[in-house]
């Protein structure tokens, strides 16, 4: 990767220009059976879509703050990387009443109509697919993301020394995101080209850094897995060998 990247965006974009073609993230959901692949090119392209519906349909601005209410996800993924492509701030699980946006799945809906801004809605079903109606209150994000641009360029430029995120209480530069993103995949032992299997869930740094931004820091990839309790021993040392992953995080 490129030693001068300062954000998740700029790893984001050094990835695509090494190799577009290359897994990037790779889903399951053992609740429901849903895999997904995702490489490099098709990552970017959700990306600069989200970033897209962001800057130019709701006016997001850098300094601007969004509260994520997802679990771990393809498309939480999608969200994390196209706030730091404009510059919004995220908090996982932050208090919608005090975000500029909100972006819920099912169960955080109820609790995100209190933001006072935008609220955008995820399904979270398999294949991406609209609610059957929007929630009151929200867009729905499959019906709103397809028709944006498949290029994003930010009106402004994003600060890598401003805040991006907000986890564990700890608010984080795009720098220090990247640097810690960078540490923890030396602590892994994650090489570039390595697969890590995560299943733990995006309400920390160790789930947001196993499951997004080591790899993504790295040149690796990651088997983000939902609901992996509900696989068993078996279906786990078999999606380890199909998945040829090099590092596995089950706890």
């Not at 929007?134 to 498949?150: I, L, N, R, T």
Request: glycine share 10%.
């Amino acid at each position: 990767m490129n030693a001068s990247d300062r954000t998740p965006a700029d790893l984001l974009r050094s990835a695509l220009a090494a190799d577009p073609a290359r897994p990037l993230v790779t889903f399951y959901d053992d609740a429901t059976g849903e895999r997904v692949e995702l490489s490099v090119a098709t990552f970017a392209n959700w990306v600069a879509k989200t970033a897209n519906l962001l800057q130019g349909e709701l006016s997001a601005a850098p300094g601007d703050r969004l509260a994520l209410l997802l679990p771990a996800h393809w498309q939480t993924a999608v969200w994390l990387l196209a706030c730091s492509s404009v510059g919004v701030t995220v908090e996982l699980g932050g208090d919608p009443a005090d975000a500029d946006y909100v972006v819920a799945g099912p169960e955080g809906l109820a609790a995100g109509l209190a933001c006072p801004g935008d609220r955008i809605a995820l399904s979270l079903a398999p294949l991406g697919r609209r609610f059957p109606a929007p929630p009151a209150g929200y867009a729905d994000y499959a019906v709103e993301v397809p028709s944006q641009g498949d290029r994003f360029a930010p009106f402004v430029p994003v600060d890598p020394d401003a805040p991006a995120l907000v986890v564990d209480g700890t608010e984080l530069t795009g720098t220090q995101l990247v640097e810690r993103a960078r540490a923890d995949a030396d602590a892994l032992g994650l090489a570039p080209g390595g697969r890590l299997l995560s299943g733990r869930p995006y309400d920390s740094w160790s789930g947001l850094a196993a499951g997004l931004y080591a790899p993504l820091a790295t040149g690796g990839s990651v088997v983000l897995c939902r609901n992996l309790d509900q696989l068993g021993e078996d279906g786990l040392a078999k999606r380890v060998e199909s998945e040829r992953v090099t590092v596995s995080l089950t706890d």
